[in-house]
C-alpha cells in the first residue's frame, strides 16, 4: 500500500530529521575542533564531512551532497551580509556559482550528453533484441554448472558500456539457465555484481568513463600538471588493482572451480538439494527486467549490439585521430612513435577535444540502434515490430529512468567547485602532506574511499567527494607518478566499498536481477570483496608504491588469489 505523500513526508522528518540535525552537529564539532594550519581553518572540511555524514545516517545521498552545498557556500561567501541578504546570497552562490557555472563550459555538457545519449542507446539496443542476442550467444556454450558460471561470467565481460544494464540483463537472462544446471542464486548475484562494476569502470568506452574522465579533467586543470583527464585515466589503468583483481578472482573461481565460507555452503546445497535459494529466504524481485526485453516476435541477434557499441568505439578512436591531425604535438609524436604505440595515442587523446567527440560517437552509436531496431522484423513475417515512436520513447526513457545518476553526475561537479571555494584540499594538504610518507598514501587513500563508498553506498558520490581533495594532495606530495596511484586508488576503493555495502543500488539490482535474498547476497559477496581488497591494497597499491611496477603488482596479485582459491577453497560441485 502506497502512503499518502503527508504521511509519507511526516515519517521521512519524523525518523529522517534528527538524524540530519545529528550529522550536522557532529560535522560543525569536528570542524571546530579542528586546528589552523596554514592560515586555513577545520570548516575547510566541513562540506565534505557533512556530505558524507548525512548521506549514511539519513540514507539520502543527494540530500547530503546538497547540503555539502549550501554549507559551501555560506562558508565562502567574500563578507559578512545582513540576516536579511544571508539566505539568498548562499542560494545564488550554491545555485549559480558552484552548479550553473561548471554546467556552462563545453567539457561537462558534452559528458552530460554523452553519459544521457550512452544510456538511451543501451535501451533501444536491448529492444531490438541485441543483449539478448548476446546472451543467447554465450548460453549455446553451457552444458554444465560450471560452463553455465563461465557463460554469465563471459557476458558479463561482454555487456562492458554499462553497469545498470549488465546487472539486469545478465542476472535476468541467465537465471533461467543458472537454475537448470544448479547454481546458486547467490553465486548468479556475485558472478553479476563482481564484474559489472570492475569492467564498467576499466572500460574505454561506458557510461562510466565520461564521469570518471570529468572529475580528473578538474583534478589536473586545478593542479597545473599539464596533462588531461584522459591521459590520467589510462595512465591509471594498470593501478586499477581492484577491478582487474576482482574479475581475477571471478574468473579463477569459476574456471579453477573453488569456492569459500558462505558461498561454498550454498553452492553444494543448491547441487545436492536442487535448492538455488536457502530455505526461508525472501528472495528480492522487481520489474526492472522487463524494460530490457526485445520487442514481441524480434529474434535476438548479438550483431544488434556489437554494431552500435563497436561504433562508439570506433568513433572515439577515429575522431581523436582526426581531430589532432595537425597538432604540432601530435604530428611530432607521430614521427617519433609507431601509429599503434602506446605514446603515440596518449599524446592524441592528450590534446583531443575529447568530451565533444565522446559525445559524436555516442550520438553515431545512437542513431545506428535506431536504424537496427526499426528495420527489424518479427519472425516468419515482413512486419516490423518496432516503430520510430516507441524506439524514441524507449531512448528517452533509459534516459529520464537514469536521471537520480544524472543530477548525482551534476552534483558531483558542484562538490568539486564547492571544495575548491573553502580550501579543503589546502588543509589536506598541509595537515597529511608533512606527516605521512608519500609511499603510504595510496594505500591510506584506497581504504579512505572503502570506507566512504561503503557508507554511502555509492561509488560516483564517493569519487567526486574524494578527488577533489586527494589528487592536489598527492601532486604537492609526489608529483605525477603518486598522483597516478592516488587517483586509481579512489576509483578503486569507490567500486570495492560499493560492492559490500548493503545499501549500493548496484548491489541491490544485482540481488532483484538473480532474483536473490539480499542479505544472502551481501554476506556471500563480502569475504570474496574483502580477499581482493586485501591482494589490491599489499600487492597493489603498497607493493606498487615501494617495490615493483603496477604490472608485477597484478601478476603476484592475481597469483595470490589463485593460490588462495587452491589452498582454502573447495570444489562446490564435489
Known sequence: MTLPASTTTTTILRHG?????????????????????????????????????????????????????????????????????????????????????????????????????????????????????????LVRRAGGARSSRLAIFLLGLAIFFDDYANTMVVGTTMRPVADRFRVSREKLAYLVDSTAAPVAGIAIISTWIGYEVGLLQDAMTDVGAGISGYEL????????????????????????????????????????????TRPGSTPMTGGHEQQLEPAAGVVPDWRV????????????????????????????ARAEHSFYSRQYWTIVFSHADGAKIMFLASMGGTVAALLLALTR???????????????????????????????????????????????????????????????????????????????????????AILLPTTVPLAYSMGGLPLTVLVSAAVLDGAIF?????????????????????HMDHVKTQIPYAMASMVAAATFGYLGTAHLWSAYWGLALGALAIAGGLLIFGRDPDA
Open 305 to 332: 549490439a556489437a554494431f552500435p557499441v563497436g561504433l562508439v568505439i570506433f568513433g572515439v578512436l577515429a575522431g581523436m585521430h582526426l581531430d589532432t591531425l595537425s597538432t604540432p604535438e601530435v604530428v611530432a
Open 377 to 463: 522484423k518479427a519472425a516468419g513475417t515482413t512486419s516490423r515490430p518496432v516503430r520510430l515512436s516507441r524506439a524514441v520513447a524507449v531512448w528517452l526513457g533509459g534516459i529520464t529512468g537514469f536521471h537520480r545518476a544524472l543530477i548525482i553526475l551534476v552534483l558531483a561537479w558542484a562538490i568539486k567547485e564547492a571544495c575548491t571555494a573553502v580550501g579543503t584540499s589546502t588543509y589536506l594538504i598541509a595537515s597529511l602532506g608533512s606527516s605521512m610518507p608519500p609511499g603510504l598514501l595510496p594505500v591510506v587513500v584506497f581504504l579512505l574511499s572503502s570506507v566512504v563508498a561503503f557508507a554511502i553506498g555509492t561509488s560516483w558520490t564517493t569519487m
Open 497 to 517: 566499498g560499493d560492492h559490500c555495502s548493503p545499501i549500493s543500488d548496484t548491489t541491490v539490482l544485482s540481488s532483484i536481477a538473480a532474483s536473490c535474498d
Open 233 to 276: 585515466f589510462f595512465r591509471s589503468l594498470p593501478s586499477r588493482f581492484y577491478c582487474f583483481l576482482t574479475l581475477a578472482m571471478v574468473g579463477l573461481s569459476v574456471v579453477l572451480r573453488r569456492d569459500f565460507g558462505p558461498m561454498l555452503r550454498a553452492e553444494r546445497r543448491a547441487q545436492r538439494t536442487g535448492e538455488v
Open 17 to 137: 530529521g534528527p538524524r540530519f540535525v545529528a550529522a550536522l552537529a557532529v560535522s560543525g564539532l569536528t570542524a571546530h575542533l579542528l586546528p589552523v594550519l596554514d592560515g586555513t581553518d577545520g570548516w575547510s572540511l566541513f562540506p565534505p564531512l557533512v556530505a558524507v555524514l548525512v548521506a549514511i545516517s539519513t540514507g539520502r545521498l543527494i540530500l547530503g551532497l546538497v547540503t555539502a552545498l549550501c554549507a559551501a557556500a555560506a562558508l565562502s561567501l567574500p563578507a559578512d551580509p545582513s540576516i536579511v541578504q544571508w539566505p539568498w546570497l548562499v542560494f545564488r552562490r550554491a545555485l549559480v556559482d558552484f552548479v550553473w557555472l561548471p554546467l556552462t563550459q563545453s567539457f561537462q555538457l558534452f559528458i552530460l550528453a554523452f553519459t544521457a545519449s550512452l544510456i538511451g542507446m543501451v535501451r533501444v539496443v536491448s529492444l531490438a533484441g541485441g543483449t539478448q542476442g548476446i546472451a543467447d550467444l
